[in-house]
């Protein structure tokens, strides 16, 4: 497995606005996510090559019509022969969770063997991170606007980060 070496950004300017503005979509999406789950009664979705398999655990049917329970599986599936069943269908489907390739911040992705590198922002205390992919110890290009900092200071912005949480991350 090729193994690409990630460098270190606090994300500023353009690259701070573009992480935020994926950020808060991201967030919607998750809120979207859960109060689909909430109204249905699901506690699990895993996505197969047909589709979407979603469990209720705990009970014996999810909270509303719209889904069937097909042969030789624990879990549930919309039943797109209903009404019910193909709005819920197109309710999941209009769903999307932002991806790290949407994040435009100016770093490109980096391929190294059958894998793709993206720029992945994390929240660090109050800063927003960027670990970005490279293969020669800078990335191509660097990141808008931001300012680029050590892996052992990352490090470092992570234990304080995690201290101050109580450890919980």
Known sequence: MSEVERVYFIAGGRSLEAV??????????????AAFFDKAGITKAEGTRTGHIFYTEGQA????????????????????????????????????????????????????????HFAVPELV????????????????????DSTPIKTSEYWAMKEASEALEGGTK
């Open 20 to 33: 935020k503005a994926w950020d808060a979509l991201r967030q919607a999406a998750m809120g979207a996510f």
């Open 61 to 116: 049917d999810p909270l509303i019509p719209g889904f069937r329970h097909p042969a030789r599986s624990s879990g549930w599936i919309f039943d797109r022969k209903t009404p019910e069943g193909k709005a819920l269908a197109e309710e999941w489907a209009s769903f999307y969770l932002p991806h790290a390739s949407d994040l435009e911040v100016g770093v490109s992705p980096v391929m190294a063997g059958m894998r793709v």
């Open 125 to 144: 205390g109050d800063a927003w991170v960027l670990s970005c992919p490279c293969l020669c110890g800078k990335p191509k290009p660097e990141p808008f």
